[in-house]
């Protein structure tokens, strides 16, 4: 059973840079049907999709955060990771990983159990 | 860029069926699957629907999408509803740069 396992403080100052981890264990990253990605969802609020990165180091962000985005790859870890500069309040969410089937945009069909991340002083 | 909308809140009582509405404000709805999502409180989402109206094993047949390109929207649509089917559901599609979920509705069993 795959298994999806964010990582990462819990606690970051105003723009000071976010940096979280998703282990994935159960399955390997390396596989070529899957990409992988962060999604966040502030409390009380909706969903956002963050970026996809396929194993080979392919990246695909959302154009709002793409200036302050960075997710890269580890295959020999089997981890992806998540660095969101600058933080504001606005950043504070509960981050989820997951696997993306297929495609940078395709369906989700597995999740990590999240972890949230409060930005302030 | 566009955006999905989507009711903020639905009510409906066991055993009867609901329609959870997704519009896409540009762009053709029917040019790009649309996923949905079950979030129940307090855990992580999981898919109900995929690629417009396909469901996941395990997913009882309860739950079926569709796409209406008349009204340029999908739906999700809920029958024989049990009080395990409270939940948060958010729908989901893409463009050539970006993925959006809808604000997602509340669904209510009562």
């Known amino acids: 059973q795959l298994q999806l396992q964010e990582s990462g403080p819990g606690l970051v100052k105003p723009s000071e840079t976010l940096s979280l981890t998703c282990t994935v264990s159960?399955?390997?990253?390396?596989?070529?049907?899957?990409?992988w990605g962060w999604i966040r969802q502030p409390p009380g609020k909706g969903l956002e999709w963050i970026g996809s990165?396929?194993?080979?180091?392919?990246?695909y962000y959302n154009p709002s955060l793409k200036s302050r985005v960075t997710i890269s790859v580890d295959t020999s870890k089997n981890q992806f990771s998540l660095k969101l500069s600058s933080v504001t309040a606005a950043d504070t969410a509960v981050y989820y990983c997951?696997?993306?089937?297929?495609?940078?945009?395709?369906?989700?069909?597995?999740w990590g159990q999240g972890t949230l991340v409060t930005v302030s002083s | 860029n566009f955006m999905l909308t989507q009711p903020h809140s639905v009510s409906e009582s066991p055993g009867k069926t609901v329609t959870i509405s997704c519009t896409r404000s540009?762009?053709?709805?029917?040019?790009?699957?649309v996923q949905w999502y079950q979030q129940r409180p307090g855990s992580s989402p999981t898919t109900v629907i995929y690629?417009?109206?396909?469901?996941p094993s395990g997913v009882p047949d309860r739950f079926s999408g569709s796409i209406d390109s008349s009204s340029n929207s999908a739906s999700l649509t809920i029958s024989g509803l049990k009080t395990e089917d409270e939940a948060d559901y958010y729908c989901?599609?893409?463009?050539?740069?970006?993925?959006?979920f809808g604000g997602g509705t509340k669904l209510t069993v009562l």
């Open positions: 997951a696997r993306i089937v297929l495609l940078w945009f395709g369906p989700i069909d597995y």
């Open positions: 159960g399955g390997s990253i390396s596989s070529s049907s899957y990409y």
């Open positions: 990165i396929y194993y080979s180091g392919s990246t």
């Open positions: 540009s762009g053709s709805i029917a040019s790009n699957y």
């Open positions: 690629e417009d109206n396909q469901r």
């Open positions: 989901q599609s893409y463009d050539s740069s970006n993925q959006v």
